[in-house]
Structure formats: C-alpha cells, structure tokens
C-alpha cells in the first residue's frame, strides 16, 4: 500500500533490502519501551490495576487476622494460667505453724495410688546426718513484689553429691527457677533473695528419704515432700529429685522445678491443694503432681476436696506459666 501517513503518525522507518538490520529494529523493542514505562510507575499503582477493589480488601483483612490471632493467643493463655495459677487463700502466717504442710496424711498404700509409685532411676540417700549445710552463694532481690523472702540452699549432710550433680548444681536450679518470671514472682506479690547466712525465712533443703518422712510424715506410704514451719525448711525429698514422677514421663528438669515451686508456694503461704479444675488444662502448681494429675487419684489424698472426679490436667512447673 502506497500514500502518505496520517497527520501525527510516525510510521517507523525501515531499512531498505540493501541495508543490514538496525539493533533497535527488533519486535522486543516496544516491550522493553512499555517496561521502563511500567517500571516508572508506583507499585500500588500496579498492585491496584491488578487486583482491583481487592486491592484494598486484601490488608483490612490481614489486619483482621492478625487481631483475631491476637485475641485468640491471650484467650488461650489466660485460660491456662486461670487453671494453673494458685487461689488467692494465702495464710502470711504461715512460719508459725507447728505441723508439717503440704503432706498426705491419709492412710494409703503405694499400691492404692499407682501413679504416686516412685519411678525406677537412679541411686539415692535414704539415711542422712539429720544436719545440714549450707550452699555458699548470694544474690540480688529477684522480683518487684513487696513482700520479700530471704532463702538459703542447703543439702542434708550424709547424702552422696554425685546423685544430686552437687550442691552447686542444685543451687543454681533453685536460684533460676525462682528467678524465672513463670515462678512466683510472677505474680508481682512476692520477691526472693539468696543469702547464705543469718535466719533466712526459708530454707530451701535437699533432704534424705529418712528426714523427709520425719519432717513430713510418712502415713501415706509413698515418698513425699514438704514445708516444715518449725525449721522454716522447704523439704525436697531427694528420692523424688533423683527419681521424679511418674505424670513427668522421665522429664525429672521439669519435676524439678515443680517440686521447687510447689514446696515454695506452700512456705509463702499457699497451704491448701488445689484439684484439676478444667479438663486437659494445666494442673495448678499447688494441684499435688507428685502422685497424679487426675482428680480421681487426688481425692484419694484428700476426701474433703471438693471436684469433678472426671477432670484430668497436664503436668505443669509454674504458678504463672501464661
């Protein structure tokens, strides 16, 4: 076709036969003019041209999502710390009690109470020196709470160290799980801090088989541990260290610091026990783990307790693990 272009169109130029091809007559030339085009252009643009009215739904939703994310976690985590958490009962006279807290006193047998077996494991110390000794070490003020507890760590003379690691690996156990925002301190009431002489108000103790059944009482034919006030003395069993507990499932690190802050919790004042109160819930730390997690065998340890014997909780450390 032959005749002259319309006015304000540029026909591209072509070379001629005799003329070799010219780099920028190429059909990809245009593209690449309509990408530096494109790619002069704002990304939302883009992103608006693409997806239209979605454009603008897809972030409102996402935004929607993540509060719905949000309120879903702190609903759970308020859920399991409410189940896990002590009651506000607390007896601040606690130190003058005369009697042991915290122990079984029913007459059962080991065999009435299965999950309260002591497991199979390592070695330990049934008869020690009825003397102690105590851990050297201080430490700072642990926790904002305005009632503070003084502590020492001490360990029953007469127990061998290699069954317990030593006494500086039990210390450092009791010192980190105090310490841990999860344990008592928590809860913004209390405060801790390590000395290693004078009367601390508790004392934090690694006990023979022997000593914690008389410091304790043994009516219940099972090893236990407890809160002997007259001593001020948080009495760990160190066949329940060494061994553990048969809910734990062989997770002894975890037991350990249940067995610290259970024990603890009742020389601060949280005598009585708790039951599971919501079904696979965490237990509440003052719930007594060392022998079940289901109401069905607490009750046993406590006919007064009123719960659902159907309720069965999960092992749990903490008093504050939300």
Not at 122 to 127: L, N, S
Not at 312 to 317: G, I, M, Y
């Given at each position: 076709?032959?005749?002259n272009?319309?006015?304000?169109v540029?026909?591209?130029?072509?070379p001629?036969?005799?003329?070799?091809?010219?780099?920028?007559?190429?059909p990809i030339?245009?593209?690449?003019?309509?990408?530096?085009?494109e790619?002069?252009?704002?990304?939302?643009?883009?992103?608006?041209?693409?997806?239209?009215?979605?454009?603008?739904?897809?972030?409102?939703?996402?935004?929607?999502?993540?509060v719905?994310?949000?309120?879903?976690?702190?609903?759970?985590?308020?859920?399991?710390?409410?189940?896990?958490?002590?009651?506000?009962?607390?007896?601040?006279?606690?130190?003058?009690?005369?009697?042991?807290?915290?122990?079984?006193?029913?007459?059962?047998?080991e065999?009435?109470?299965?999950?309260?077996?002591?497991?199979v494991g390592?070695?330990?110390?049934?008869?020690g020196?009825?003397?102690?000794?105590?851990?050297?070490?201080?430490?700072?003020?642990?926790?904002?709470?305005?009632?503070?507890?003084?502590?020492?760590?001490?360990?029953?003379?007469?127990?061998?160290?290699?069954?317990?690691?030593?006494?500086?690996?039990?210390?450092?156990?009791?010192?980190?799980?105090?310490?841990?925002?999860r344990?008592?301190i928590?809860?913004?009431n209390?405060?801790?801090?390590?000395?290693?002489?004078?009367?601390?108000?508790?004392?934090?103790?690694?006990?023979?088989?022997?000593?914690?059944?008389?410091?304790?009482?043994?009516?219940?034919?099972?090893?236990?541990?407890?809160?002997?006030?007259?001593?001020?003395?948080?009495?760990?069993?160190?066949?329940?260290?060494?061994?553990?507990?048969?809910?734990?499932?062989?997770?002894?690190?975890?037991?350990r610091?249940?067995?610290?802050?259970?024990?603890?919790?009742?020389?601060?004042?949280y005598e009585?026990?708790r039951?599971?109160?919501e079904?696979?819930?965490?237990?509440?730390?003052?719930?007594?783990?060392?022998?079940?997690?289901?109401?069905?065998?607490?009750?046993?340890?406590?006919?007064?307790?009123?719960?659902?014997?159907?309720l069965?909780?999960?092992?749990?450390?903490w008093?504050?693990p939300?």
């Open positions: 076709m032959t005749g272009p319309e006015p304000g540029q026909r591209p130029r072509r001629r036969p005799d003329q070799p091809l010219r780099a920028r007559w190429d030339a245009d593209d690449h003019e309509n990408d530096d085009q790619e002069s252009r704002s990304a939302f643009a883009r992103f608006v041209e693409t997806f239209g009215w979605r454009a603008y739904a897809i972030p409102v939703l996402a935004i929607l999502t993540i719905l994310l949000v309120a879903t976690v702190r609903g759970g985590g308020d859920q399991s710390e409410a189940a896990a958490t002590p009651s506000d009962e607390r007896n601040a006279k606690v130190s003058e009690e005369t009697h042991a807290i915290g122990a079984p006193t029913g007459d059962i047998q065999d009435a109470l299965p999950s309260g077996a002591l497991p390592g070695p330990f110390t049934r008869v020196d009825k003397d102690y000794r105590v851990v050297r070490g201080t430490g700072k003020k642990i926790g904002t709470g305005g009632q503070e507890y003084t502590y020492t760590v001490e360990v029953e003379k007469g127990i061998d160290p290699v069954q317990y690691s030593g006494d500086q690996s039990f210390a450092k156990l009791v010192d980190t799980t105090l310490a841990n925002k344990s008592w928590g809860g913004g209390v405060s801790f801090r390590r000395v290693d002489s004078g009367d601390p108000d508790l004392r934090i103790t690694l006990a023979s088989t022997e000593t914690a059944r008389e410091l304790c009482g043994y009516q219940i034919k099972l090893e236990t541990s407890c809160f002997y006030p007259p001593e001020a003395r948080v009495t760990l069993n160190e066949a329940r260290w060494v061994r553990g507990a048969s809910v734990f499932a062989g997770d002894d690190m975890t037991y610091q249940y067995l610290i802050n259970h024990e603890v919790g009742h020389g601060i004042g009585k026990h039951p599971c109160e079904n696979g819930a965490l237990a509440p730390i003052m719930m007594q783990q060392t022998f079940g997690t289901a109401n069905s065998e607490i009750l046993a340890l406590d006919p007064d307790m009123k719960a659902d014997r159907s069965v909780c999960k092992p749990n450390a008093p504050f939300g």
